[in-house]
T-cell receptor
Framework: NAGVMQNPRHLVRRRGQEARLRCSPM?????VYWYRQLPEEGLKFMVY????????ESGMPKERFSAEFPKEGPSILRIQQVVRGDSAAYFC?????????????FGPGTRLTVL | AQKITQTQPGMFVQEKEAVTLDCTYD???????LFWYKQPSSGEMIFLIY??????QNATEGRYSLNFQKARKSANLVISASQLGDSAMYFC???????????????FGKGTKLSVIP
C-alpha cells in the first residue's frame, strides 16, 4: 500500500517563474492538507482540501498561491511568480477522515529553491 | 500567543539513556489532540504518538510515551533507551476540535533537535 507521494522531491525555480507541486494521497484517502516548512521552523498549515473542494485555506498567502484537488488526479499546489521567500519544504498529508484523532500521513515533501 | 511551545532547541542524550522532550500548548478548546512527529535528516515526517484531551491514561508506543499533564497544558515526549537512530528533529503538534472549523489542521511547534551520543 503506497504512502503519500509527492513530486518533484526537489524543484528549482528562478524568481518570477511558476512552481507546481503534486501530491497523490494514500489510496482511499480523500482529505489532503498542505503545509510549508521554512528553514529551522516547524510546519505551518496552508490549506485543506477534499475532492473538488477547498475546505479551509486560512493559511494560504492571499496572492500567488492556489491549490486544487480534482476528482481525478493528484492535488496541486501552485505558486505563481515565485520569490526567494517561497523557498521552503512543502509537505502534503492525507487522511481517510478529518477526525480529531485521525493520523495525517505525510509525504516526503518537495524542497523548493528559488534562485 | 504561540499555541505550541517547545523550549529546547537542542538536546543531547547518551545512547541507552532516557530523554524527555518538552511541549506546552495553549488552547481553550475542551476537545483537542496532541501529536509527536519525528523528522530525520532525510526530511520525512514520521508519526510517533497521539494523546487525546479526554484520554485518561498516558499514551505509549513502544519506546515512546507521552507524559500528559492536562492542568499544566504539557505533553512531554519520553524516549526510553535512546538509540543512535533517534537523532532527529522532534515536533509537537496539536489539533483542536471544536474551534477548528472542521478542518482539524495541525499546529506545530518549532521543534527540538535531539542528538544521541554513542
Amino acid at each position: 500500500n503506497a504512502g503519500v507521494m509527492q513530486n518533484p522531491r526537489h524543484l528549482v525555480r528562478r524568481r518570477g517563474q511558476e512552481a507546481r507541486l503534486r501530491c497523490s494521497p494514500m489510496k482511499g484517502h480523500s482529505h489532503v492538507y498542505w503545509y510549508r516548512q521554512l528553514p529551522e521552523e516547524g510546519l505551518k498549515f496552508m490549506v485543506y482540501l477534499q475532492k473538488e473542494n477547498i475546505i479551509d485555506e486560512s493559511g494560504m498567502p492571499k496572492e500567488r498561491f492556489s491549490a486544487e484537488f480534482p476528482k481525478e488526479g493528484p492535488s496541486i499546489l501552485r505558486i505563481q511568480q515565485v520569490v526567494r521567500g517561497d523557498s521552503a519544504a512543502y509537505f502534503c498529508a492525507s487522511s481517510p477522515y478529518p477526525g480529531l484523532a485521525d493520523e495525517q500521513f505525510f509525504g516526503p515533501g518537495t524542497r523548493l529553491t528559488v534562485l | 500567543a504561540q499555541k505550541i511551545t517547545q523550549t529546547q532547541p537542542g538536546m543531547f542524550v547518551q545512547e541507552k539513556e532516557a530523554v524527555t522532550l518538552d511541549c506546552t500548548y495553549d488552547t481553550s478548546d475542551p476537545s483537542y489532540g496532541l501529536f509527536w512527529y519525528k523528522q530525520p535528516s532525510s526530511g520525512e515526517m514520521i508519526f510517533l504518538i497521539y494523546q487525546g484531551s479526554y484520554d485518561q491514561q498516558n499514551a505509549t508506543e513502544g519506546r515512546y510515551s507521552l507524559n500528559f499533564q492536562k492542568a499544566r497544558k504539557s505533553a512531554n515526549l519520553v524516549i526510553s533507551a535512546s538509540q543512535l537512530g533517534d537523532s532527529a528533529m522532534y515536533f509537537c503538534a496539536m489539533r483542536e476540535g471544536e474551534s477548528g472549523a472542521g478542518s482539524y489542521q495541525l499546529t506545530f511547534g518549532k521543534g527540538t533537535k535531539l542528538s544521541v551520543i554513542p
